[in-house]
């Protein structure tokens, strides 16, 4: 099969037209299909189950707070000056561990990954750092080349810090810039002056970090072609590992925060669609390889090899190389991801503790998945991930037949493929370059849940 081609050519008028709300796909079915009202005794009969599968661990941890409130932001976050509030927030992390060291197999089952995200981890001092690091260690046996991630806010982190996380076994960074333009910066709330940024890279780089991932925004107020351009040019002089562009997700009927933000300051739909060409263009002539969505990678990087060699995988934190490995999220909000189940723990703090000091796992809500979701969740994770599907490998691996199953999917198909969003041969379906940037509304033509629902509840796709 010939490979597929990294050429990305622009055409407004499509992506109008197919540009609809759609789910990220970080996971299938999305969370939007959450529930309060699942079994909480079968999550843990399924950590049971798959310890049978002795598959490796992907832990994820998650430190709500931050000093400052971004007014982009749409993760889950508190802000808060009051350090105090971290340490109970470490015990209930240590409680959380010491009820899954009763339920997953450690002895067979390795941390593969381990992610730090936030908030802030950064808002942690050095000594509370060092100890949740010290009380995971305690608990999890660690792979010997395990992914371990932490996300940094640049304007709370001196050289020392830095070298304090390499030293106790973090090889893997992520920092946020947004933007490099103090007009949008002072608009989002969130100064960060270059020569910060230049510092902050520099010391990681001596620190001898394997992988440094920056984060850009999209989409947010008063940016402009110029502007962005000058973001990307600064950013390339940067030369982090990999580079993440997300489209700026405004969703201010859930999140209070972007209420701050006028929308008629946004750049409009032309100026993004420029902004997100000339970003690819630049990106991919100074060798970064589109990856898709929102990410770019060096070709040596694992992300841009697991990618040419297809083991490319999607989980609540993007795009992986730990395919095979399950999740388990710690922490206020949290989410694991087990073969057939994901759950998420309570978002309000207090609901979080107190579940814990019952001696219970602190689940609010989640789904587990019936086997027409797993079949749906692999081919969307393959086109997501590959741009291309490959029947055979569905048919085989789930005994269908994958024309009749997806029937109507296919059906569905046509009109983009006449549109040049996507080829549809006999044995497989290629998504073309264009097809790439709208690869979330392509996934979802087999997302069964989509299909009714006529609410705005997704951002869209550029
Ligand atoms: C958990 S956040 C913050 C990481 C770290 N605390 C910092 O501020 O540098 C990770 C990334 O999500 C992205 N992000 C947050 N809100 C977003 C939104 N509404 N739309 C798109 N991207 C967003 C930002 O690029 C951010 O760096």
């Known amino acids: 099969m010939q490979q597929l081609s990294q050429e990305v050519k622009f055409n407004k008028e499509l992506i109008k037209k197919y540009d609809k709300p759609a789910p990220r796909y970080t996971s299938y079915p999305p969370a939007t299909e959450f529930s309060s009202k699942i079994n909480k005794t079968e999550y843990v009969k399924k950590i049971i189950q798959s310890n049978e599968r002795k598959t490796p661990l992907s832990l994820y941890f998650h430190i709500p707070f931050c000093e400052n409130a971004c007014h982009f932001c749409g993760c889950n ?27 997953i197999d450690t002895n067979n089952r390795k941390v593969a990954q381990l992610h730090w995200g936030g908030g802030t981890p950064n808002y942690l001092s050095d000594d509370q750092t060092v100890e949740l690091f010290k009380q995971i260690k305690s608990r999890f046996e660690f792979e010997p080349k395990a992914e371990i991630s932490i996300e940094i806010d ?11 996380l390499k030293d106790i076994g973090f090889n893997r960074v992520s920092f946020g810039i947004q933007d490099f333009n103090y007009k949008v910066q ?59 562009v997300f489209n700026f997700a405004y969703v201010p009927w859930l999140k209070r925060l972007q209420r701050n933000i006028d929308e008629k300051t946004l750049p409009p739909p032309e100026e993004k669609l ?13 060798g ?35 395919a095979d490995a399950e999740l388990f999220g710690f922490g206020a909000t949290s989410i694991s991801m087990l073969y057939d189940g994901y759950v998420q723990n309570y ?4 609901d979080y503790y107190e579940t814990l000091e019952a001696g219970n796992l602190p689940i609010e809500r989640g789904v587990y998945l019936n ?3 797993i079949v749906r969740r692999d081919v969307i994770m393959r086109l997501m ?3 291309r599907l490959v029947k055979s490998e569905i048919e085989e691996k789930f005994k269908i037949d994958f024309d009749r199953y997806f029937g109507y999917e296919l059906e569905q198909l046509k009109e983009m493929e006449n549109d040049g969003l996507l080829i549809l041969y006999t044995d497989r379906i290629d998504v073309t370059p264009i097809g790439r940037l709208l690869i979330r509304n392509i996934a979802s033509t087999f997302d069964i849940y989509l299909r009714n629902k006529k609410e705005r509840r997704f951002s869209k796709a550029i």
């Open 186 to 244: 002072e608009a989002v709330n969130r100064i960060q002056p270059e020569e910060m940024i230049f510092d902050v890279m520099r010391w990681m780089r001596e620190a001898g970090f394997e992988s440094v991932n920056i984060d850009l925004i999209y989409g947010l107020p008063y940016q402009t072609l110029e502007t962005f351009t000058d973001t990307i040019e600064k950013t390339i002089k940067l030369n982090p590992d990999r580079i993440a």
């Open 347 to 350: 978002k309000i703090l207090r």
């Open 371 to 373: 086997e027409d979701d």
């Open 385 to 387: 991930c590959h741009f």
């Open 77 to 103: 976050v508190i802000i808060t000056r009051r350090k105090e509030v971290v340490e109970p927030y470490l015990q209930h992390l240590y409680r959380e561990m010491d009820i899954y060291k009763t339920l």
């Open 288 to 322: 970064y390889v589109f990856i898709g969505m929102d990410h770019f990678a060096k070709p040596n990087d694992e992300l841009a090899i697991a990618q040419r060699e297809r083991t490319l995988h999607r989980n609540f934190q993007g795009y992986t190389t730990k």
């Open 274 to 286: 420029k902004i997100l060409q000339m970003t690819i263009e630049k990106l991919t002539k100074a």
């Open 154 to 164: 640049p304007r709370h982190v001196d050289r020392e810090r830095i070298f304090l």
